[in-house]
T-cell receptor, first 121, second 109 residues
Framework: EAGVTQFPSHSVIEKGQTVTLRCDPI?????LYWYRRVMGKEIKFLLH????????ESGMPNNRFLAERTGGTYSTLKVQPAELEDSGVYFC???????????????????FGPGTRLTVT | TQLLEQSPQFLSIQEGENLTVYCNSS?????LQWYRQEPGEGPVLLVT?????EVKKLKRLTFQFGDARKDSSLHITAAQPGDTGLYLC?????????FGTGTRLKVLA
């Protein structure tokens, strides 16, 4: 079974340019997540798709970031225009449904892609 | 805002030594996971703990979830060079995971 794939693996662009990152989740995974790690910081949640719908986009930094998941399969994350502080590693992850436990607890098993390293100069 | 602090940030030990990595928060998490990440790859899930006080073992790795579900620890017994990597804890917040800052472990042969 193929894992989560991301393209490109690296991207170097100039400030003001546009970049589009792509994520292909594991087949059959309705949940797709985007995360970002900027240098020296922790991995931070950006947004969560359930199929083609945005379930939670509370982590998106600003309106220069646009995520789409047309047809509920692959997803793209576009940064336009890119700024220096957008540099970092962008991870995509996918999962099946949540596992529910007693007392309203839950977890889900995320499978991460290798990430796209974005450098804005 | 839910935060997860990991300690230590860096750890360099000799092969055969034991070590413990801590993951602490002032918030209660529904569940907590530990990941390991290699250079150029995404994090790979090691374990999920759900119940307060839960202990799980994965070969030489022992994971514990705090009684109040606010903290967790990862203990490695007799570390091997193959254990070298970045270890991350992540707690489920409001239907999304909050990641810790990570512990970079280097085991010297």
């Amino acid at each position: 079974e193929a894992g989560v794939t991301q393209f490109p693996s690296h991207s170097v662009i100039e400030k003001g340019q546009t970049v589009t990152l792509r994520c292909d989740p594991i087949s059959g995974h309705d949940n797709l997540y985007w995360y970002r790690r900027v240098m020296g910081k922790e991995i931070k949640f950006l947004l969560h798709f359930v199929k083609e719908s945005k379930q939670d986009e509370s982590g998106m930094p600003n309106n220069r970031f646009l995520a789409e998941r047309t047809g509920g399969t692959y997803s793209t994350l576009k940064v336009q225009p890119a700024e220096l502080e957008d540099s970092g590693v962008y991870f995509c992850a996918s999962s099946q449904d949540f596992t529910a436990y007693p007392y309203e607890q839950y977890s889900y098993e995320q499978y991460f892609g290798p990430g796209t390293r974005l450098t804005v100069t | 805002t839910q935060l997860l602090e990991q300690s230590p940030q860096f750890l360099s030990i000799q092969e055969g030594e034991n070590l413990t990595v801590y993951c602490n928060s002032s918030s209660v998490f529904s569940s907590l996971q530990w990941y390991r990440q290699e250079p150029g790859e995404g994090p790979v899930l090691l374990v999920t703990v759900v119940t307060g006080g839960e202990v799980k073992k994965l070969k030489r790795l022992t994971f514990q979830f705090g009684d109040a579900r606010k903290d967790s620890s990862l203990h490695i017994t007799a570390a091997q060079p193959g254990d070298t990597g970045l270890y991350l804890c992540a707690g489920v917040g409001t239907y999304k995971y909050i990641f810790g800052t990570g512990t970079r472990l280097k085991v010297l042969a």
